[in-house]
């Protein structure tokens, strides 16, 4: 893994939330990607647990997620994610953040 | 020959004989890998299935023999992680680390393999003499996914067999590996996994720190942990030594400003990187083209008309055929108790004779044409990969109403009876969410209360206020759904759940689940009918009842408007609720209700009974899940309720259409 070289963080009292001014240039929350579009995880926000969980489940940064469909109803996203396809709530998935990639 | 493992525990085990097993073999892995069916492979009906101590885990653990060995086997949960995420992992780790089994099989999904190799490298940190499953190989070559095995082995330094769990392929092979493992004539410890330097250094410098700690687990493992930030981990060392929790704080704060995220993200990734560095190296994936059969059932569950259209046709045709069918046959069995029953008992007989062995009658004719194939349908639904799309669709409502949206299939279950329901409660991650999801359980009509609105409700009045109480039932479970998510303190958590292949369920599977949730019934359900029903019939011979009806009559005749014989049999209702309307005849000595109760009385009395109080089996199962005060509560509650809003819906009725 490379190391990257310290940059300007700040964590926030309610879990972690680091502000690395370039990396979140064009991030978007992985809600904003349409069934069909590839995102690349850049950070993830909000609980602890559920980032941690979330992680576990291979949501780590620089990785490569496939949005597959939207519940209707404003529902949960279905991803696909390291050959594993996962349906995750529209609260945390609004926190997943992603830079859209392109086709 | 049995001499080398004189250390194997045999303390906890399930072996149905108490020889000293020959070895201990525990189970592991994600969920869903086909863990269980392996298991039930290997231990058939030599299991059992009970509860962790003090935990609501289920601890499933058998025996078998194998050529001249016994082997103890324990089902570990399946889990993603062993961190502090949810007790089965803690439970999980605690086990290997504690009981120290002689071998670890981590069963992995071949479909799936670099997310099970994240689990697998965790199982490695603990340091346990492992060997790997290759589980589903054909489902994986399907996919065009080919595993090589023994590249596998050579990364890793454990032995990997393939297998195909639900055809007993490859199964005996784990067993002989295993056995060869514990005589020590095959090595099976891990190669130890690096990860980069940063961290390894760190880990080192903790590693000396921990030497002089004595804990099960070995110290890397406790190292990797520290910096990570796990609690229970570190709450054991902070009592034994403060300074290393500290180093290993400010060792993470470390990571965390060289990679700019949190130190167990970072250790998550690395982790990751090299679960898919070694399935890069030791998968070939051809990607097969075709959007298969499963992919298109999919899209049209999952499409925003078709896909509740679908959901709806799915459930109204388990609910008609299954009492459709229930109906006839539950008369067949019936008449056959009927014939052997004797005649003209009268009096205390008949009531004794209907409190006991109609007890276990009544277990056997409501549960064998009614919930047996409810269930039965219910899992086949469950093992096709179908309850999850479900949850999928109706994660946003169910968030509406308060509930989780994985609630939804104890919801269902619920409808059949409500014991294993609550049960099953246990899918959903936070306590908060299980219990809020169990009480609104107990308000979901069950066959028992079905059979009451069917049977006097729809039988003498109409249909359609049958219709009507099970409409206001619904809008009572979301409001209770709503009010016990206010009321409920604690942690709930979003829907995060995977979703596997659509796949044909598979018989053994499904037959071997509903058995298992049939057990559930009859440990619980059929005790409580019997002991209740004897009970009953003992305070019905000392006289007892009459002076509870004089006492209840202020409630039962001038609140409620019903004649006071009702407090009688909303006691009996308590044990089982479709006496409520059986009493009535032995009572009486009539089948013509209409006789005893006015059409509104009957409409008000079944309101009533579909949500004054949980039955004494549903008690016991709310006791055991979330211990005696909350289930004292949610009975107190809903006694006060049914009884307030049931005067005031006779009221109602009464000044509607009289």
């Known amino acids: 893994m490379q190391h990257r070289n310290g940059m300007n963080s700040g964590s926030d009292s309610n879990g972690y939330r680091f502000r690395h001014r370039h990396r979140h240039k064009r991030a978007i929350s992985v809600l904003d990607l349409k069934p069909g579009q590839r995102g690349r995880i850049v950070s993830l926000r909000g609980n602890q647990k559920i980032v941690q969980r979330l992680a576990d489940l291979g949501l780590t940064p620089e990785t490569t997620i496939h949005i597959l469909r939207t519940a209707p109803l404003n529902g949960p996203i279905e991803i696909a994610v390291r050959g594993s396809r996962l349906a995750i709530g529209r609260e945390i998935a609004r926190n997943i953040l992603v830079h859209a990639e392109e086709e | ?658």
């Open chain 2, 1 to 658: 020959m049995s001499s080398c493992h004189s250390h194997s525990s045999n303390k906890k085990s399930g072996s149905d004989n108490e020889e000293k097993a020959d070895l201990t073999i525990a189970l592991a892995g994600n969920a869903n890998v086909g863990k269980s069916v392996i298991f039930n492979y290997f231990t058939g009906l030599h299991q059992h299935v009970g509860n962790w101590p003090g935990k609501t885990v289920e601890r499933a653990e058998g025996s078998l023999h194998y050529k001249g060995y016994k082997i103890d086997i324990i089902d570990l949960p399946g889990i993603y992680s062993l961190s502090t995420f949810s007790i089965e992992e803690l439970v999980s780790r605690e086990y290997i680390a504690y009981e120290k089994p002689d071998v670890v099989i981590n069963v992995v999904d071949a479909c799936v393999l670099e997310r099970n190799l994240f689990f697998t490298l965790q199982l490695i940190e603990m340091q346990v003499p492992l060997i790997i499953a290759v589980n589903m190989i054909d489902l994986a070559r399907e996919k065009g996914i080919v595993i090589d095995e023994k590249k596998l082995s050579e990364i890793l330094g454990v032995p990997v067999i393939p297998t195909i769990g639900i055809k007993g392929i490859g199964v005996n092979r784990l067993i002989e590996e295993a056995i060869r493992v514990a005589e020590g004539d095959l090595k099976a410890i891990p190669k130890k996994i690096e990860y980069g330097r940063e961290i390894e250094d760190r880990i080192r410098k903790l590693e000396d720190y921990l030497k002089r700690i004595e804990l099960p687990y070995p110290s890397r493992f406790i190292a990797i942990k520290l910096l990570e930030g796990d609690e229970e981990i570190r709450e054991e060392i902070r009592r034994i030594n403060e300074e290393i929790v500290e180093v290993a704080e400010r060792y993470s704060k470390e990571i965390e400003e060289i990679h700019g995220e949190p130190c167990p993200v970072v250790i998550s990734s690395e982790r990751y990187a090299i679960a898919s560095r070694i399935a890069n190296e030791t998968q070939k994936i051809t990607p097969t083209k075709k959007t298969s059969l499963t992919d298109r059932i999919d899209n049209l569950i999952t499409h925003k008309v078709l896909g509740y259209i679908s959901m709806f046709l799915i459930m109204f045709f388990v609910f008609y055929s299954i009492f459709t069918f229930g109906d006839i046959l539950s008369r067949i069995i019936s008449g056959f108790f009927d014939a052997l029953r004797p005649q003209n008992l009268g009096g205390y007989q008949e009531i004794f004779w209907e409190g006991a062995v109609g007890g276990f009658v009544a277990g056997v004719t409501l549960v064998l044409p009614y919930v047996l194939p409810f269930y039965f349908l219910l899992t086949i639904l469950e093992d096709t990969g179908y309850l999850p799309r479900v949850a999928f669709m109706l994660d946003n409502l169910m968030h509406k109403i308060g509930l989780h949206g994985k609630a939804i299939i104890p919801m269902i279950m619920g409808y059949g009876c409500n014991v294993p329901a609550c049960y099953s409660c246990r899918i959903m991650e936070t306590q908060r969410d299980r219990l809020i999801a169990a009480f609104v359980i107990t308000f979901i009509p069950c066959t028992a209360r079905i059979i009451v609105i069917l049977g006097l409700v729809a039988t003498f009045v109409n249909v359609w206020w049958a219709f009507t109480l099970l409409l206001l039932d619904l809008i009572i479970i979301l409001i209770m759904g709503r009010i016990a998510f206010k009321a409920i303190p604690g942690e709930s958590m979003g829907l995060i759940m995977e979703l596997h292949a659509l796949r044909m369920p598979s018989p053994r599977v499904v037959i071997t689940q509903t058995l298992s949730r049939l057990k559930t019934i009859i440990y619980i359900v059929f005790p409580s009918y019997i002991i209740g029903g004897v009970i009953l019939a003992a305070m019905y011979s000392f006289n007892l009842l009459k002076p509870i009806e004089t006492l209840l009559a202020p409630i039962t005749v001038d609140w409620l408007r019903l004649p006071s014989i009702v407090s009688v049999l909303l006691l009996f209702g308590v044990v089982r609720k479709e006496l409520v309307i059986i009493m009535p005849s032995i009572l009486f000595g009539t089948t013509d209700l209409a006789r005893i109760f006015t059409p509104t009385q009957m409409i008000v009395l079944s309101f009533i009974t579909m949500i004054y109080i949980p039955c004494v089996a549903t008690f016991t199962m709310l006791k055991r899940e979330f211990g005696w005060k909350t289930a004292l509560y949610i009975t107190i509650f809903e006694i006060l309720f049914a009884i307030a809003l049931g005067g005031i819906f006779s009221r109602v009725i009464q000044f509607l259409f009289e």
